[in-house]
């Protein structure tokens, strides 16, 4: 059974800059693929950011392509969602997910395990 667990979420001002943490157990981690997805309050969880098993391919959401950066250590069973220049609109619950199979990894249908989220609070 894989666990996930994030944390590194917190409360800043606009601008800011966070790095959420994602520890997994289990030994699938280094062939899994990681997503992060965010759940704002009254909207629908959204996809945020995905790399590959390897770590050589990383996707992410227009809303914050230049800003954020994932990245995974395989080694430590380690995800990291790099959070700059952080908006009030980036204001959530973020989730880790992963999954071993391919598919669409924007959507969250193709995650197996998921993480119980950190909430990141960005005031004006």
């Known amino acids: 059974q894989v666990q996930l667990v994030e944390s590194g979420g917190g409360l800043v001002q606009a601008g800011a800059s966070l790095r959420l943490s994602c520890a997994a157990s289990?030994?699938?981690?280094?062939?899994?693929?990681m997503g992060w997805f965010r759940q704002a309050p009254g909207k629908a969880r959204e996809f945020v950011a995905a790399?590959?098993?390897?770590?050589?391919?990383?996707f992410y959401a227009d809303s914050v392509k230049g800003r954020f950066t994932i990245s995974k250590d395989n080694a430590k069973s380690m995800g990291f969602l790099q959070m700059n220049s952080l908006k009030p609109e980036d204001t959530a619950i973020y989730y880790c997910?992963?999954?071993?199979?391919?598919?669409?990894?924007?959507?969250?249908?193709?995650?197996?395990?998921w993480g119980q989220g950190t909430q990141v609070t960005v005031s004006s």
């Open positions: 289990g030994r699938t981690f280094s062939t899994a693929f």
């Open positions: 790399i590959g098993w390897s770590g050589a391919s990383t």
């Open positions: 997910a992963i999954t071993g199979r391919g598919g669409v990894f924007r959507s969250s249908d193709l995650y197996d395990y």
